[in-house]
């Protein structure tokens, strides 16, 4: 995706987050004041947490989205890994949060007060954040945006989390006194499973991880279907935000000129950045006849 249009797409997502989480308190903060539910609670500081978390990612938006500068040549891209961490963070307290508050209205449960004001606020959270939720997939769909990604676990696991809601004020009405703490430990549950998942992502490209399987097998095909390209190898990959690296040496026959060599790897380079945008392709080109050996016979084996 061209680099105007994925910042136009995650900064959208951004602000709607930060948006949405600022309704979501309001409304939750009232409701709760006026219900005294633990599951009330544990979703309104939950909120709370989410539009902290998403003013916070513009912020950290803004730099991850700035261009390359004499300081930070590879670009910025790492800084939404950084963030996708923070996020994580943000959830695994949220998720021990909404632990605490259940097994406590588990263990002393209670009737839920003024429970038909608790209800409506919910089924209107519920609205908005599928809505936010739908929007959010979108955008990663197009961006592959590991902070919208991990925002929008925030706001998937809201979802289920007012759907536990609703049903544990309902139920709470001297039909399941306890509903009110199991729903709210399930959703938390499902939030440590899903900072989980966040974490790997993150530190995978903060450690420089190598691009998936398909995508080096892509890049692969593309090098070796150029009709000049005798091999290559020290194949070497990695991604960072938005921008995939590609570097590796590519094998041709001795008898090319050094424009011909040059005219060849730009050919292989923009076939690869039209498969893989955005990214930046780094070649060294070798005489064939200087490739060791041992390479030749690994190849071999």
């Not at 989410?50 to 950290?60: E, G, P, W």
Request: net charge negative.
């Amino acid at each position: 995706m061209h680099h105007k249009n994925y910042a136009y797409w995650v900064k959208l997502a951004a602000i709607s987050s930060s948006s949405v989480a600022m309704l979501l308190v309001i409304i939750k903060f009232y409701a709760w004041l006026i219900s005294d539910s633990s599951a009330m609670l544990a979703s309104t500081t939950d909120s709370i947490l989410d539009l902290f978390a998403s003013v916070m990612n513009i912020i950290i938006l803004r730099f991850a989205l700035a261009p390359a500068d004499k300081e930070h040549k590879f670009g910025h891209g790492k800084a939404e890994s950084l963030a996708g961490l923070v996020q994580a963070a943000f959830v695994l307290g949220s998720a021990l949060l909404l632990i605490f508050n259940g097994v406590e209205r588990v263990i002393n449960p209670q009737m839920i007060v003024h429970s038909e004001v608790a209800i409506w606020v919910t089924i209107i959270a519920i609205i908005l954040t599928l809505a936010l939720v739908v929007f959010q997939r979108f955008v990663i769909k197009r961006t592959g945006s590991i902070v919208i990604n991990a925002d929008a676990l925030h706001y998937q696991s809201d979802l289920f989390l007012n759907v536990g809601v609703l049903a544990a004020i309902i139920l709470s009405q001297g039909i399941w006194l306890q509903a009110d703490g199991v729903f709210t430990i399930a959703v938390a549950l499902y939030l440590l499973f899903g900072a989980g998942q966040i974490i790997y992502q993150s530190v995978y490209q903060l450690m420089d991880h190598e691009l998936n399987d398909d995508e080096v097998a892509k890049i692969t095909t593309i090098i070796l279907a150029h009709k000049h390209a005798l091999g290559l190898h020290e194949l070497r990959t990695r991604q960072s935000g938005m921008h995939r690296f590609i570097q590796f040496h590519l094998e041709l026959d001795d008898s090319l000129s050094l424009l011909q060599a040059h005219s060849i790897g730009d050919d292989i380079e923009h076939k690869i950045c039209q498969a893989l945008a955005p990214c930046e392709v780094f070649i060294h080109h070798d005489p064939s006849s200087v490739v060791s050996e041992e390479l030749k016979q690994q190849r071999k084996e």
